[in-house]
């Protein structure tokens, strides 16, 4: 920062990927249990992502 400027003070943002991460584990792990990883993987990536997209549509 040059002399004279002070940071703006705003809000802290929240990060939503740990939903899109730990989605797609529980998926893979739940899909593995059932004889199907991949479509686990891709159910819980959807499920994270559409949570993860809330979380930041939500905190603009």
């Known amino acids: 920062m040059t002399k004279g400027q002070t940071p703006k003070k705003g809000s802290n943002k929240s990060a939503g990927g740990i939903f ?6 529980i ?4 899909g593995g249990m059932l004889g199907q990883p991949s479509i686990g ?3 819980g990536l ?3 992502g ?3 997209l809330a979380i930041w549509y939500f905190d603009l």
Request: aromatic content about 6%; hydrophobic content about 75%; glycine content about 22%.
């Open 20 to 25: 899109l991460a730990a989605g797609c584990l």
């Open 27 to 30: 998926g893979a792990i739940g």
């Open 41 to 43: 993987f891709l159910a």
């Open 46 to 48: 959807a499920a994270g």
């Open 50 to 52: 559409l949570i993860a």
